[in-house]
């Protein structure tokens, strides 16, 4: 009946599928534990009619020109530059810090005199890595250094990871570089946005295809059986494509140890007022047990709801238990190492494939992934 399967309907599976289905005309199975598509991108109106993300704020953004044209099929957009600022003590300073951040921060002579050494230092427009700008010796960068770290990272990291800067991947803080220019944008990329009718639209206008069905709340352990290197679906040997974007230790029932994971807990708020913050996303740097505040009107540009919504994000750590999510893969090489013990069980598996954020155990955004997907389903 079907020529591939795909377990998982987020960006990486939903993409992979659609090319499939329609430029190499293969009948696709998509099995999807969750009672929806979309995965993590997914979004939905609450009881109040606000437009909110289930799984936690996410901004389309890239500058893969092919992505943005390939998903453009299934949505008009939202085009605004995202903005996030962090709580510190009274005052909302741009994240990342950047030289309107400088300013706030310093007095005038005093930003004016950091802004040039910065200039010259690294360029103008220039993007430093934290970790990268604390290497400096300069005694003037050695500042600003500190007070980036203390003010943004420091606390941030400590509840988002369990771990301080210095423990975790220098990939992760990387991706919110001090930037040398008077951008406040959170992205330095071309298109940036949100689907104008929201993700799930977007999704399902991409799996509605007659050569996909989709069987959403089905986990595949329930249907597939992985024994050796062959693969079943109801009973029977499937000998076609498999595309697994799941967890890849819970394939093989966690036989080594867990993957380790972070996960966190969204607590839902609807005010009665029409605005909270006045800002999509504040970060909350130095403060608090959550992480971040994301207000949804502010990032979906809705227009229609009474009063507001707004999420805090508390960070854990996943331990599998029902109900939790694994949302960030804990990149180190101990992890790495394990996930590749689970990989090598995988190998003689012919026409199996990982794909996606936790199949391949990275922290890829949407882009990344739609890319990756892309070129798997074209190898296909
Ligand atoms: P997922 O979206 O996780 O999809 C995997 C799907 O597989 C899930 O629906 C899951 O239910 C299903 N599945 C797993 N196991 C099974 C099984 N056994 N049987 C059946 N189905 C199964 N990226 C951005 O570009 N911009 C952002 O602003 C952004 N914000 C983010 C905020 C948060 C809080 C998080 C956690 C991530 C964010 N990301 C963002 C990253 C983005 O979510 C991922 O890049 C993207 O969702 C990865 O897609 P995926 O298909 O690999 O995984
Ligand atoms: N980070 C931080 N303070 C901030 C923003 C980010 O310490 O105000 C660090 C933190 O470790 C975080 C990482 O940078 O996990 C990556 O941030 P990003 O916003 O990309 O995380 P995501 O949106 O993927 O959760």
Request: glycine letters at 8%; charged letters at 30%.
């Amino acid at each position: 009946m079907y020529d591939c399967i795909i377990i998982g309907a987020g960006i990486a599976g939903s993409v992979a599928a659609r090319k499939l289905a329609e430029e190499k005309g293969r009948k696709v199975l998509i099995l999807e534990r969750r009672k929806h598509v979309g995965g993590n991108c997914y979004d939905e109106r609450d009881a109040y009619g606000v437009l909110v993300h289930t799984y936690g704020p996410h901004i389309f953004h890239t500058n893969r020109e092919e992505v943005f044209a390939y998903l453009s099929r299934f949505t008009d957009w939202y085009r605004f530059g995202h903005e996030v600022v962090a709580r510190v003590g009274e005052r909302l300073l741009p994240v990342p810090f950047n030289l309107n951040t400088l300013h706030q921060v310093y007095e005038a002579d005093k930003a004016d005199r950091l802004e040039r050494i910065l200039i010259a230092t690294y360029g103008e427009g220039s993007r430093v890595p934290i970790m990268k700008l604390r290497e400096n010796e300069d005694p003037d960068i050695r500042e600003i250094a500190q007070y980036v770290y203390e003010n943004v990272f420091l606390r941030y990291t400590m509840k988002q990871w369990g771990q301080t800067p210095e423990e975790i991947s220098p990939e992760v803080t990387g991706r919110v570089p001090v930037v040398i220019s008077y951008d406040n944008r959170y992205f330095g990329d071309r298109y940036q946005g949100v689907p104008r009718d929201g993700f799930t639209p977007m999704f399902e206008r991409m799996l509605d295809h007659e050569n996909i069905t989709v069987q959403c709340g089905v986990d595949c352990s329930s249907r597939m059986r992985f024994e050796g290197d062959a693969v079943y679906c109801d009973g029977k040997r499937f000998t076609g494509d498999v595309i697994y974007t799941g967890a890849l230790d819970e394939l093989f029932d966690c036989r080594f140890g867990r993957l380790p994971y972070r996960s966190l807990d969204f607590r839902f708020e609807h005010l009665d007022e029409d605005s909270f913050q006045g800002h999509s996303v504040v970060n909350y740097t130095v403060s608090e047990d959550f992480t971040r505040i994301t207000e949804f009107k502010f990032l979906t540009g809705q227009r229609d709801a009474n009063g507001t919504t707004i999420v805090r994000e508390y960070p854990f750590a996943y331990t599998g238990a029902e109900g939790e999510i694994p949302y960030y893969a804990i990149l180190n090489e101990e992890n790495e190492a394990l996930y590749q013990r689970y990989r090598a069980l995988t190998e003689g598996m012919e026409r199996f494939h990982l794909l996606g954020r936790l199949a391949e155990y990275k922290y890829y955004n949407i882009d990344a992934m739609a890319e990756k997907a892309m070129q798997l389903a074209e190898q296909l």
